[in-house]
């Protein structure tokens, strides 16, 4: 996945960096946050459960847009699009990880990291 950012225009939310519609950042958001509310971590059960109730439109919640500010709205995603748009994209960057022993999705530091090796890539190559 490629990020593109203006860095004299950086948004205040990181999901505004790394998702390039509202819907993706809204679906991205959520899983975060259900993955919070679980202790960090969660099975791959809990995970299809999450994608598929998203499929459904079974997930209300409140967003940040401001013309949805204060309400409660349900939320539809492809379970599909999820784990290509959503899932998959993220454990790529390392915002997620999998662990493949114990089948559960955890938030991960890795992406941190990342940015930070990235960043000294730079500073060696304008050395």
Do not use: C
Request: without cysteine; positive net charge.
């Amino acid at each position: 996945m490629v990020i593109l950012f203006d860095r004299f225009n950086l948004p205040e939310d990181i999901y505004e960096v790394i998702f390039a519609t509202d819907q993706q950042r809204i679906v991205g958001k959520l899983l975060i946050k259900e993955i919070k509310k679980k202790g960090g971590e969660v099975t791959k059960t809990e995970m299809s459960m999450f994608a598929i109730a998203l499929h459904e439109g079974n997930v209300i919640t409140e967003i940040d847009l401001p013309q949805y500010k204060g309400k409660q709205v349900k939320i539809s995603y492809n379970k599909r699009q999820f784990y290509d748009r959503i899932l998959t994209p993220m454990k790529a960057m390392g915002l997620i990880d999998y662990d493949l022993y114990k089948k559960t999705y955890r938030i991960s530091d890795k992406f941190n990291k990342a940015m930070i090796k990235i960043g000294l890539m730079w500073l060696r190559e304008i050395r």
